[in-house]
């Protein structure tokens, strides 16, 4: 079996404290870190086994991974597993890159984003150096608000050519044309996340080869549909992985569009879906960034 999984646990509590975020400012308490530490031994564990798999694993926590010690030796530990193609996880890059020399950069990537207002500018960028000299893959993303706009340019100009800076667009907020410009000035795949991609029973690799994992091992085919599809730890989730539309309207958020068969972003993402990397080389041009040797369809406004 060739699986992706997309896994989050327990963890809500972050160290930031982002507007836009409803799970800012979180604290965990005592129990509720040991309970996610387990869970995560536990799933780790299960993916250490499947000798006979070929595996995937991004971590999507709710909250900040990276600054727990249990997420960064998990991350170290699975990278050097044969049988996992690619472990990476959602991160707002405040922690410490040192434990990085003990995982296997072929395997390790990061996606991270970076929030203005919440770290100093220069340290941030400076960690995405120590990641680049590490030889790490990783993208670097921002929040598409307006009080952003001047932040990510500076990121953009600031980064190392190579790594992909990727825009969201903020939940709520409506671009008209011209602001969707500046934003695509910045990321050309933009305009994949400026509007919601209507998904009612279209093709979708979730549930098949791609399937979300919670902390007690309840699969569901994706982190937006709730119906379950059997647990990970008893194995009964095996039998029901096969193609299936998607039961929702609209699909908004990139760790589900993306793998929408009738989009070409795994195309796209070749070899970096999970750490949402594209497949083409990044370059750029004064106030711009293009995506080297990629056609980039624009998708229709809805």
Known sequence: MDLTLLYRGPLASCDYDCPYCPFAKRRDTT??????????????????????DRLAVLFTPWGEGLVRSWYRRTLADLSRLPHVRRVAI???????????????????????????????????????????????????GVVGLPEHLDAARR??????????????AAEGHTYTDAEADLWTGLDPLFPYSRHPHASAGLPCRTGESV??????????????????????????????LRPRPCPLTVCDCHIGYVHLETLPLYDVFAGGVLERVPAAATARTPGNAVLVGLPVPRPPSR
């Open 90 to 140: 959602q991160t707002n890059l405040s922690c410490r890159t040192d434990w990085l020399a003990e995982a296997d950069p072929d395997t390790l990537a990061l996606w991270c984003t970076y929030h203005p207002g919440q770290t100093p500018y220069e340290r941030f960028l400076t960690k995405c150096r120590e990641l680049s000299g590490r030889g790490v893959r990783f993208s670097v």
């Open 31 to 52: 129990a509720q870190l040991r309970a996610d530490r387990a869970a995560l031994e536990r799933f780790a564990a299960w993916v250490a086994e499947r000798t006979d």
């Open 155 to 168: 990121l953009r100009a600031d980064l190392p050519e190579h790594v992909y800076l990727w825009i969201n």
């Open 211 to 240: 399937v979300s994992v919670d902390g007690d091992g309840t699969v569901r085919r994706c982190h937006f549909v709730p119906t379950p599809l059997g647990n990970l730890y008893d194995g009964s989730y095996r039998t029901a």
